[in-house]
């Protein structure tokens, strides 16, 4: 299949290693925004929206993880950068397993945030492609309905979330649900990566289980994992601190390999 990457929107903040924050479905580059103050004078900071979402362009495929991973790579020869570290929330991370699989060389560091590397079980892609069907129907409001409660336990991120979500477009709900439904098993290619490789897990994050973080860095070579207690799913907005503390861990981890 030909996969024709798009020219991704972007903020950038920083020099030095550049280290390009992919962010999770259904969302926006924005929700690093909290982290950016404590990393950008260590890093080239660039926050892409992903496609279908923020300012990208929105388009009507089914949007596989090597797919945006092309996206990615596009952006990355935009900007001239030849080698980069990718952190990547949930969705953002499948997406840079997808990348370290085709581009390893272009890889300097991973960082793994709340995410894992299983495919899909049938029972969640068949809810997948059923809330695909919904919100080509109703919009994003059926996803932010049915998501917002397992994303944090802070009552008060729940209205910023609910609305970053309700700005998603349709059309990039559905294209990244039915890739995120079609991904395949990473877990294989994980003993490749050798390249320092967080992974960063909230424990109470309600949308992945710990075995599947601590099942990840026993197989990656260079990996580590950082816990933070009682974060959920959104910890780059919750304990801002505690992740830019992790990211910087991995930006001198990156640093002292060279
Ligand atoms: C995400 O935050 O990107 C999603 O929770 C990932 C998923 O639905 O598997």
Known sequence: MEINPVALSYEEHGQGTPV?????????R??????????????????????????????????????????????MDDLEIEKAVLVGHSMGGYISLAFAHTYPQR?????????????????????????????KHKGARVVA???????????ELIEPITNLILKAAPAGIVGALK??????????TLSQINVPALTLYGTADQLLTRDRVEMMV?????????????????????????????LLQLFQMVKTQD
Do not use: C
């Open 20 to 28: 390009l924050l992919l962010h999770g479905f259904p969302f926006d």
């Open 30 to 75: 924005t929700i690093w925004e909290p982290v950016v103050p404590m990393l950008r004078d260590h890093a080239r900071l660039i926050l892409p929206d992903l496609r279908g979402y923020g300012q990208s362009p929105v388009t009507d495929d089914v949007y596989t993880m090597r797919m945006q991973a092309e996206d990615v790579a596009r952006l």
């Open 107 to 135: 890889l300097l560091g991973l960082g793994l945030v709340a995410t894992h590397a299983a495919a899909d079980t049938p029972e969640r892609r068949q809810t997948r492609n059923k809330t695909a069907e919904s919100v």
């Open 145 to 155: 309905s049915s998501m917002v409660k397992t994303l944090t336990p802070k009552q």
């Open 179 to 188: 890739g995120m439904a079609e991904r395949p098993d990473m877990t294989g």
């Open 218 to 246: 026993q197989m990656l070579p260079k990996g580590w994992m950082v816990e933070i207690p009682n974060a959920g799913h959104m910890l780059m907005m919750e304990e801002p601190q505690q992740v830019a503390d992790a």
